[in-house]
């Protein structure tokens, strides 16, 4: 997992001089998963498992958003949007 948030920063920092920050929906997701396990684990003493497992995929899915916005996009700064579906929504119209 420490693999997948590494890459889009690494590709971030290497082509844009920034790190990989986008304020994505997905991003938002992962954090507020990591929120309700870390409170399971406080409220009920143990981590739930299907937690953990739904944090892994949103991670894997933000990773692959970040990576995807880096590689495709010139320059993502200029003009933030939330999602992917919204770069290439745009870049459709255009």
């Avoid at 420490?2 to 994505?24: D, R, W």
């Avoid at 997905?26 to 739930?48: D, E, M, N, P, R």
């Avoid at 880096?70 to 745009?90: E, K």
Wanted: aromatic letters at 12%.
């Amino acid at each position: 997992m420490t693999a997948a948030l590494a890459v889009p920063q690494v590709i971030g920092l290497v082509k844009l001089g920034k790190n990989a920050g986008f304020h994505l929906y997905s991003t938002k997701a992962a954090g507020w998963i990591a929120f309700l396990l870390f409170l399971h684990a406080v409220i009920f003493g143990y981590y739930s498992t299907a937690l953990l497992g739904l944090l892994v995929a949103a991670v894997f899915v933000k990773s692959a958003e970040e990576t995807w916005i880096c590689l495709r996009v010139p320059n993502p700064y200029a003009d933030l949007r939330p999602s992917v579906l919204a770069y290439l929504r745009r870049r459709r119209q255009v």
